[in-house]
Every structure is written in C-alpha cells, then in structure tokens.
C-alpha cells in the first residue's frame, strides 16, 4: 500500500506500481477500469460491480478481474479507487473506502446531497487521503485552451450551451445534476469567482424529471453567465462562447475548435484566430491527475470542497425552479489550475 499523509500533510512518495480499483462497471466505470489499465506504473486490481451482467461485460472489455462486493477488492489490496457507481451510492462507498485510508476519486456530481458531500469531503481530510472529483470536462483540451487564452482577461459574459438527445442509462436525476453540473463548474473554474446570483428556468417536457433548463448567473466578480441545456436536441452540441473587454472566444468542445475573435475596430471590423487545441482523451488526463495527486501529496486538480460548491448551486437551481433567487457568496479558497 502506498503511504499516506502524516499528521504534517506530507505524503511519502509512492513505491512501486500504485494498486487502483474501479467500482462500477457501467459505462464510465468501464471507461475507468480500461485508461488505467494503461496507465503506467499503476495496477488496474480489478472492478466491483453486484450486477453480474455488469462484471462480464466489464472483463470481456478490460480483460480484468471482477468481484460482486468492495470487500473483495479491498481484500486484494488497493492504495486507490476510483467511484463510477450510481451517485446515491457515493457517499457510503466513499465513507467506507476513506475508513480504510483508501485515496478516491468520485465521479461528478460528489453525492446525492451537499451535506453529503461535505461528509465526504470532511471524512477525507481527517484522514489525511486524496480526494478528487471526476469533474472531467476540465481535462478537455478545447477547455484547456480557453482557459489559457482568458487568463487575466476581464470577463464580461459566459454562455454555455449543452444539449443532445434522452440518456436511456438516467433515471435519477435530469439535465441540471446530469449535464448543467458540468457548466456550474466551468463558470466557477473560468472566472475564479463564486456564483452569487442564480435565475433558474426548468422544466420537465418528456421525462419525469426535468429535460430542459435555462440557468442564468451572476458571479462576485460581475461576470453574466448563461446555460442552456436538455435532453430533447436530437444530436449532442457542446459549445461555450467568452466575451471579454478585448476577446470573443467560440469553442466546440465536440470538435476541439476554439476561435478567437480580437482588435475589435469602430467600423465593426475585427480579427479572427484558430487557436491551437492538442488532443488528450480527457478522462485519460484526468486520472492521470488524480495519481500524480496521491504520489505528490499536491491538492487535485478538482477538489471535493470544489465540487461541493457547484452541487449546492445546481441544487440550489432545482430548489428556486422559476423563481429568482440569491445564492450567498462563499468564502471558501480555491485553487485555480492554469
């Protein structure tokens, strides 16, 4: 097992291959279990799934070891595991795996709740392990990039579009906790700054929970932010547009376009730009991330106080449904990733 962090919040660096197990064996954690069984000086131990459909379809695409509990992959020895499971199940997987000194990661969004989330999030710091949160669009190269080009830019507006057809795989939540999540987070990340403003229209079109959901917020910064997402669109689009004093920036975050509109003149002339956007599988990245945080001791790239955060505003969308509301301001630190 790898060391954990002593009571000066020091890890030791890891020896040998880190053992990493994967619970769930639906699509993303099947996903899991195939990125890390690639990943250099890691151990893919196997994946837990009860579902013994789940398990064969899991070793025939991985070619790992299946166990039916947690028990029995905890028994085989694990330093880490990743948690694709349903979401109303994080909470006492993450308890048990953290009681056992066991680093995680949990898939968006942390918890059914934010006060379980913050469970988890206290659990995991009392125990010294690293806990990151499967916020995944933050690795996608076409983010990375407008990320760099806003840097020290002064916002003005964000506005964010997430569509695509009825998942047949969600039953327990709607587009706000399923896809919006994604956007909450981004705004935040993007603009260093709380949401303190949020107007929330929803509605549920076809599916018993809500399908649609325009989110309009305002951040302590004075940044206007803007989602649109639902599950009725027949094809997938993702796109965010960024205006700044100086900037427009368009980016596909299906086709990892980003486009940078600049030198903006009084006869409405302007400039335009492709910018350069690398390839990386993003959930590649980000596991990635999440082992170099277990060996280096170094806060992940996505926090569970992070991840907390933007639960309690998409929560907090559902709660206010069409009518307005003030979300108070935070105070919490946040550690922005360049």
Not at 101 to 106: E, F, R, S, Y
Not at 252 to 278: A, I, K, N, W
Not at 313 to 318: E, F, G, S, Y
């Given at each position: 097992m790898v060391s954990k962090g002593s009571a000066s919040g020091v890890t030791a660096e890891a020896k040998g291959a880190l053992r990493i197990g994967?619970?769930?064996?639906?699509?993303?954690?099947?996903?899991?279990?195939?990125?890390?069984?690639?990943?250099?000086?890691?151990?893919?131990?196997g994946i837990v799934d009860p579902l013994p459909e789940h398990r064969a379809?899991?070793?025939?695409?991985?070619?790992?070891?299946?166990?039916?509990?947690?028990?029995?992959?905890?028994?085989?020895?694990?330093?880490?595991?990743?948690?694709?499971?349903?979401?109303?199940?994080?909470?006492?997987?993450?308890?048990?795996?953290?009681?056992?000194?066991?680093?995680?990661?949990?898939?968006?969004?942390?918890?059914?709740?934010?006060?379980?989330?913050?469970?988890?999030?206290?659990?995991?710091?009392?125990?010294?392990?690293?806990l990151m949160v499967g916020h995944v669009e933050r690795f996608n190269p076409a983010v990375a990039a407008i990320k760099q080009a806003i840097s020290g830019e002064d916002i003005l507006s964000i506005a964010i579009t997430r569509v695509g057809p009825f998942p047949p795989r969600m039953s327990n939540v709607g587009v706000v906790i399923d896809l919006a999540v994604h956007d909450i987070d981004l705004i935040r990340w993007f603009t260093d700054s709380e949401i303190v403003e949020i107007q929330p229209q929803t509605s549920s079109a076809v599916a018993e929970r809500e399908d649609i959901a325009?989110?309009?917020?305002?951040?302590?910064?004075?940044?206007?932010?803007?989602?649109?997402?639902?599950?009725?669109?027949?094809?997938?689009?993702?796109?965010?547009?960024?205006?700044?004093?100086?900037?427009?920036?368009?980016?596909?975050?299906?086709?990892?376009?980003?486009?940078?509109?600049?030198?903006?003149?009084?006869?409405?002339?302007?400039?335009?730009?492709?910018?350069?956007?690398?390839?990386?599988?993003?959930?590649?990245?980000?596991?990635?991330?999440?082992?170099n945080a277990i060996r280096s001791g170094e806060t992940p790239a996505v926090t569970g106080e992070e991840a907390v955060a933007s639960l309690e505003?998409?929560?907090?969308?559902?709660e206010a449904r069409a009518t307005p509301a003030m979300v108070a301001q935070r105070q919490a630190p946040r550690r922005v990733v360049g």
């Open positions: 994967v619970i769930g064996a639906g699509i993303m954690g099947s996903n899991h279990a195939r990125v890390l069984a690639g990943l250099p000086d890691t151990t893919l131990v379809r899991a070793t025939e695409f991985v070619g790992c070891r299946a166990f039916a509990t947690l028990d029995e992959l905890i028994a085989e020895g694990v330093d880490a595991v990743t948690i694709a499971a349903p979401t109303h199940l994080h909470h006492e997987i993450a308890l048990a795996c953290v009681a056992r000194n066991i680093h995680i990661l949990v898939e968006k969004p942390i918890a059914s709740s934010v006060e379980e989330g913050q469970e988890i999030v206290a659990a995991a710091r009392r125990a010294g392990v690293t325009l989110l309009q917020f305002r951040t302590a910064s004075g940044v206007l932010a803007h989602i649109n997402t639902n599950w009725l669109t027949p094809f997938k689009a993702r796109t965010i547009h960024i205006a700044t004093r100086d900037k427009y920036l368009i980016g596909d975050l299906l086709t990892l376009q980003v486009t940078e509109c600049f030198g903006f003149q009084p006869d409405g002339s302007y400039s335009m730009r492709h910018l350069s956007v690398g390839y990386a599988e993003p959930l590649r990245s980000e596991l990635i991330a999440f082992v505003i998409a929560t907090r969308c559902l």
